[in-house]
């Protein structure tokens, strides 16, 4: 089993700038990919990047070129820097984890570890 339990969301106003972090309990060939997704408002989860161990990171469209992810395998850690937030970027952001990378950024079902949780709220 492993547990990731993400830090660093809070509110900020557009343009600002947040660093998001995941720290798994252990790693494991089920920790091989990390991925960050957000559930914005009454939408359902999506992805926002992916990255496997000592990988190049995948990208939603959506969040190309404003946000950076990376890892620190030896840490067993995840991070996302948010740079350029909008308003639409307001959602919970989870942190995952899978033994294989899937195509794109992935689907929640493809992920089967999760933390719980952290809110990122821009304002206008």
């Known amino acids: 089993q492993v547990q990731l339990v993400e830090s660093g969301g809070g509110s900020v106003q557009a343009g600002g700038s947040l660093r998001l972090s995941c720290a798994a309990s252990r790693y494991t060939s089920s920790t091989n990919c990390m991925a960050w997704f957000r559930q914005r408002p009454g939408k359902e989860r999506e992805g926002v990047a992916r990255?496997?161990?000592?990988?190049?990171?995948t990208y939603a469209d959506s969040v190309m070129g404003r946000f950076t992810a990376s890892r620190d395998s030896s840490k067993n850690s995840l991070f996302l820097q948010m740079d350029s937030l909008k308003p639409e970027d307001t959602a919970i952001y989870y942190c995952?984890?899978?033994?294989?990378?899937?195509?794109?950024?992935?689907?929640?079902?493809?992920?089967?570890?999760w933390g719980q949780g952290t809110q990122v709220t821009v304002s206008s």
């Open positions: 990255i496997a161990s000592y990988g190049i990171p």
């Open positions: 995952a984890a899978a033994s294989i990378c899937p195509r794109g950024v992935g689907a929640p079902h493809d992920f089967n570890y």
